[in-house]
Nanobody, 125 residues
Framework: QLQLVESGGGLVQPGGSLRLSCAAS????????MGWFRQAPGKEREFLSA????????YYAVSVKGRFTISRVNAKNMMYLQMNSLKPEDTAVYYC??????????????????WGQGTQVTVSS
């Protein structure tokens, strides 16, 4: 089983930046792709970004492309999301997730079978 723990959320002013971290433990050898999602109150969970664990492939939702950057450090089993130019509409609970081995990245929640507990990001003045 794979365990995921997010950290780095908090309160930030519009235009500010935050870096989220996701620590993976357990069956880390099975990781092939990981990603970030968010869920705002009353809304469905939304795909933000994903990264391959074996090459340089990255994926971004249109809503965050150019503002958010995903990265990873395989040796530490860590994934990050650098978020710049934050807007009030970025306020949500942010989750990291992992796909089952060898499953291709999908930009919905379908198929992602490991999830962290989430970290709150609030963008407000």
């Amino acid at each position: 089983q794979l365990q995921l723990v997010e950290s780095g959320g908090g309160l930030v002013q519009p235009g500010g930046s935050l870096r989220l971290s996701c620590a993976a433990s357990g069956r880390t050898f099975s990781i092939t792709s990981m990603g970030w999602f968010r869920q705002a109150p009353g809304k469905e969970r939304e795909f933000l970004s994903a990264i391959s664990w074996s090459d340089d492939s990255t994926y971004y939702a249109v809503s965050v492309k150019g503002r958010f950057t995903i990265s990873r450090v395989n040796a530490k089993n860590m994934m990050y999301l650098q978020m710049n130019s934050l807007k009030p509409e970025d306020t949500a609970v942010y989750y990291c997730a992992a796909l089952p081995p060898l499953v291709k990245v999908v930009t919905t929640t379908t198929g992602w079978d490991s999830w962290g507990q989430g970290t709150q990001v609030t963008v407000s003045s």
